[in-house]
């Protein structure tokens, strides 16, 4: 069923003008979202295990990296956000059948996402001694806070190139390798973190640099199997079918241009939602350690629930990306609507999982009954919501495998900013912590109502 060949026979149907059945599109969907999907739930595996050595580090240990946690997340979507500038546009030129301007659009990506990836890198250096005391951290956690936040930051460029490449390989519809190497990164981060931790003892420390350790050796290999070894993309070695044409492209601001107009509101949402989840853990970290922690594991633990939606939502973005060179709209629908059902159908059954055994889940990463019982009463809270947070999902990653960006952020903005941090700051007060994720199950409720809207609607397609 998972079969390298039949993905690649059947996505060649994309770019030739081949007909293809329901059942066609279906196991396409299948054959791209499942090796993203099992990279997805294996690094929160991995993850999981990676939050219980902290948390058996102490709770001031967990604490101090779930504090810091949403700034490294807001700086993870930016360097997303100047990848994806440029790899829907390789995944256009891929389904027009245009792999020489692909290949240059790779270059340029290669070029402009670095600097990018150094500027954010220099500026999370300079922060990283006031970030702490900014969201609210006391004395007691600032210090390993800034050292976990710091080491980030020094290997944000090899950050950005495993992104830029990973993104790369997707789009040209290789969805096995960025999958099997998330897997090969986050084992290598369990290893490297028990050692640095339990072996010489280096507590947040061992913990920040073993997650380093490992995306700088897994960005290189990553990046080495794009630029080297696929067979659409390759810039050298022998699968580069043009080596000598290609040292003397010029540099085309065009695709600059272009990689602005779909990065510039991603990256201004992802500022803003970033920015919203620092103002949610501005709100709950005076609820106390405790309250953090709970907060910290619960989104750990509810990101079991939410994975398969990415997988299926990066599968959308390739399928939708290819479909939109191909000038396919027929294909583009399709795809849409099947790829949404497949989202909400495995992300309801996700959340009755969650509901279920939210207890356990808590306890996978913690001993303290106090954390455990808190945790698993918002995860149950939040597992309700979970069909329409698929909705949210998978119908963003169509719009943006459309190059369709500025909406949504917009929709996704006032969603968060509008609803879930306004109820999250009148409920906390009153109910703590439940009250913050009872806040977010009524925005992402609303939010994936809207976005099914402007799905159905397609506007999003306005270019086929």
């Given at each position: 069923m998972f079969s390298k060949k039949e993905s690649e026979a059947l996505l060649e149907r994309i770019r030739t003008g081949g007909q293809m059945t329901r059942k066609d599109k279906l196991n396409l969907i299948v054959q791209l979202s499942i090796p993203s999907i099992l990279a997805q739930l294996t690094s929160v595996v991995m993850f999981f295990i990676d939050q219980a050595m902290v948390g058996r580090i102490s709770v001031e240990a967990a604490a101090a990296c779930g504090l810091v946690e949403s700034s490294t997340w807001l700086i993870g979507s930016l360097t997303n956000a100047a990848s994806m500038g440029f790899s829907v546009q390789v995944a256009h030129f891929i389904g027009a059948n245009d792999m020489e301007r692909a290949r240059h659009v790779f270059r340029h990506g290669l070029l402009c996402t670095l600097l990018f990836g150094f500027v954010v890198g220099a500026t999370g250096l300079a922060i990283t001694p006031?970030?702490?005391?900014?969201?609210?951290?006391?004395?007691?956690?600032?210090?390993?806070?800034?050292?976990?936040?710091?080491?980030?930051?020094?290997?944000?460029?090899?950050?950005?190139?495993?992104?830029?490449?990973?993104?790369?390989l997707k789009c040209s519809g290789d969805m096995r390798t960025p999958s099997i190497m998330s897997i090969v990164m986050c084992v290598m981060d369990v290893v490297f973190n028990f050692i640095l931790i339990f072996v010489f003892h280096l507590g947040v420390l061992g913990v920040a640099l073993g997650t380093?350790?490992?995306?700088?050796?897994?960005?290189?290999?990553?990046?080495?199997?794009?630029?080297?070894?696929?067979?659409?993309?390759?810039?050298?070695?022998?699968?580069?079918?043009?080596?000598?044409?290609?040292?003397?492209?010029?540099?085309?601001?065009?695709?600059?241009?272009?990689?602005?107009?779909?990065?510039?509101?991603?990256?201004?949402?992802?500022?803003?939602m970033g920015g919203a989840q620092i103002v949610s853990t501005i709100i709950v970290a005076p609820l106390g350690n405790i309250a953090i922690a709970a907060n910290t594991f619960a989104i750990t633990a509810e990101s079991v629930c939410y994975m398969p939606g990415v997988g299926i939502g990066e599968a959308a973005t390739t399928l939708i990306g290819q479909s939109i060179g191909a000038a396919r709209r027929d294909l583009c629908r399709s795809f849409a609507r099947l790829t949404v059902g497949s989202g909400i159908a495995v992300m309801a059954l996700m959340g009755a999982v969650m509901f279920l055994t939210a207890p356990l889940l808590m306890a996978l990463m913690t001993p303290v009954e106090e954390i455990i019982a808190l945790g698993a009463s918002v995860l149950r809270i939040e597992a309700f919501a979970e069909p329409m947070f698929a909705a949210a999902i998978v119908s963003y990653s169509i719009c943006v495998g459309a190059g369709d960006t500025l909406r949504p952020a917009i929709m996704n903005l006032c969603s968060m900013w509008g609803i879930r941090l306004t109820l999250?700051?009148?409920?906390?007060?009153?109910?703590?912590?439940?009250?913050?994720?009872?806040?977010?199950?009524?925005?992402?409720?609303?939010?994936?109502?809207?976005?099914?809207?402007?799905?159905?609607?397609?506007?999003?397609?306005?270019?086929?």
């Open positions: 006031f970030l702490p005391y900014w969201l609210g951290g006391g004395a007691d956690i600032a210090g390993d806070a800034s050292i976990y936040f710091g080491v980030f930051c020094s290997i944000i460029p090899f950050f950005q190139l495993s992104g830029l490449a990973g993104a790369m380093a350790l490992a995306i700088v050796i897994g960005g290189a290999m990553q990046a080495y199997i794009a630029l080297f070894r696929n067979k659409l993309l390759a810039l050298f070695g022998r699968l580069n079918n043009d080596p000598q044409r290609s040292l003397r492209h010029y540099f085309e601001w065009g695709y600059v241009r272009n990689a602005v107009k779909i990065s510039a509101p991603m990256a201004l949402q992802s500022v803003l999250a700051a009148l409920l906390a007060p009153h109910y703590g912590l439940r009250g913050v994720w009872v806040a977010m199950a009524v925005e992402l409720t609303f939010r994936g109502g809207i976005f099914l809207v402007r799905i159905f609607r397609e506007r999003w397609m306005k270019g086929t």
